[in-house]
């Protein structure tokens, strides 16, 4: 089996790897679990040196990095060094309160001691997406490796280059080769890895599909995940927003990595008083965005990842147009098998429509009309996803009750949705289960070990000896 690193701007396939094989991944595995006994003897104080130097390397290499995530996957230049930048934030982060993160917690009881402490799992299993490269990996190394942890990564098989980019960089840090180590596999051999009993925990970031199925395999065997899936993200516009400011923003929200983000507004819930000129507005910010090379600094999106991801995307919209919606925007593919697709608009988007009930993974925007605060709401957890959502209102206040009634995993008032190393970071509902980031990311893969020392207890009448 081939891996191919395809350039979707081009057509062009860069390079081809030869996939590992199961005896050839097996062997880095029990390289990986040898480590996993002598990593965590490390002391926090080496392993936050050895991230800082990491961090060091993201910033130095970020423009060779950024080219690579242009020519693999399609994200601008400019984003990708973002990109990189973000990645080395988390890893200085990490480093940074480990420690604290993991310390031991004491715990009031009727013992002589009694506290939590943070023991590393072992080898854990990332299996990963195209759309932040770098990102989402770095979101689960740098936590998994300054808690103890070694990480074998099974990246997507369409950005090979950025993977092994990735695991240059912790080499080059200092991290004992076996620490974190890239799969080069394909996805047939991710079920014989979780039955191993050397693999002790999975993440995933990717579909509703695959997380179904590594759950399931996960599951079988007992063995701790973390499911970061799908989104279908509300963007609610209440009647006193501030309108010229949540349309700038929802065409900026909207085309997050040319709409190919978990956290990209996707829903557009607008008060019917305002939703006229919303979409108007909509329109132009969209317009205005350039699209060209993503190796052009000028260029603000590119093309989606693959071509088969641009058709789909577009078999979604002429269904959801068959069934009753409204294109308001007309955008889109150029032709079939291509990856380019500009943005769009659509409204009338009712139940049992593909656009209703979907993700559209790419830049189409959804505009649904809401009565009033109570209907917003409603629309805005008429959803299988639950990732992220904001709210927009002149009143703060009003905004945060909003927030606290919208299932999802993060709600942002008056702001787009996005990630940061302090905040946690994952869903509720079919947008998966767990947590990356904060100090509640560094715990998911820890073993909770309650210790319980016990008061001297003395025998039932003893004197005391003078």
């Known amino acids: 089996m081939a891996i191919e690193s395809f350039n979707p701007y081009t057509g062009r396939v860069l390079r081809r790897f030869t996939a590992f094989s199961w005896a050839k991944t097996e062997r880095i595995l029990t390289q990986a679990a040898t480590a996993a006994r ?12 050895l991230m800082h130097r990491a961090a060091d390397l993201l910033r130095a290499r970020q423009d060779e990095l950024a080219r690579l995530m242009a020519l693999e996957m399609g994200k601008p230049v400019a984003d990708g060094r973002a990109e990189v930048q973000k990645c080395a934030l988390t890893c200085d982060y ?91 596999i394909g996805s047939g051999l991710v079920e014989k890895l979780i039955a191993d009993d050397r693999v002790m925990a999975v993440t995933l970031t990717g579909s509703e599909l695959a997380g179904s ?13 973390v499911l970061e899936l799908g989104g279908s993200d509300p963007f609610v516009v209440l009647a006193d927003a501030d309108l010229a400011l949540a349309a700038q923003t929802a065409a900026q929200a909207r085309m997050i990595n040319a709409g190919q983000s978990c956290i ?20 132009t910010h969209l317009l205005a965005l350039r699209t060209g090379d993503p190796l052009d600094e000028a260029t ?4 989606l990842a693959r071509p088969d991801l641009a058709d789909e995307l577009t078999q979604q919209v002429e269904d959801s147009v068959r069934a009753g919606a409204k294109v308001e925007l007309f955008g889109g593919q150029s032709k079939p098998g291509t990856a380019l697709f500009r943005p769009m608009i659509i409204s009338r988007v009712k139940p049992g429509q593909r656009a209703y009930g979907e993700e559209l993974f790419g830049p189409v925007a959804i505009v649904l009309e809401a009565r009033d605060e109570e209907h917003a709401i409603h629309l805005a957890n008429d959803s299988r996803f639950g990732l992220g959502a904001s709210v927009w209102t002149r009143d703060p206040q009003r905004g945060e009750a909003v927030a606290r009634r919208i299932e999802a995993g993060a709600v942002f008032v008056n702001s787009m949705v996005k990630s940061a190393p302090e905040m946690p970071f994952g869903g509720v509902k079919k947008s998966g289960y767990g947590r990356e980031l904060s100090y509640l990311g560094i715990r998911e893969f820890v073993n909770q070990k309650s210790i319980w020392v016990a008061r001297e207890e003395k025998p039932a009448g003893s004197k005391k000896v003078e």
């Open 38 to 49: 002598t990593w965590p003897r490390t002391s926090f104080a080496e392993r936050a040196r």
């Open 94 to 184: 990490y480093a940074d309160h480990a420690e604290d993160f993991l310390r031991d917690e004491p715990i009031r009881t009727t013992a002589q001691r009694s506290f939590i402490a943070y023991e590393p799992l072992g080898v854990v299993l990332a299996v990963m997406p195209w759309n932040f490269p770098f990102w989402q990996v770095v979101r689960f190394a740098a936590p998994a490796l300054m808690a103890g942890n070694v990480g074998l990564l099974k990246h997507a098989s369409n950005v090979p280059q950025c993977a092994l980019a990735l695991e240059a960089i912790f080499h080059a840090a200092g991290f004992p080769p076996a620490t974190f180590r890239t799969l080069l």
């Open 213 to 225: 199925k590594v759950a399931a395999a996960a599951g079988a065997n007992i063995k701790k995940t």
């Open 264 to 283: 990209a507004a996707k829903r557009f819930i607008v008060h019917k008083s305002i939703i006229k000129p919303f979409i108007s507005q909509l329109k």
């Open 300 to 303: 603000q999106y590119g093309p």
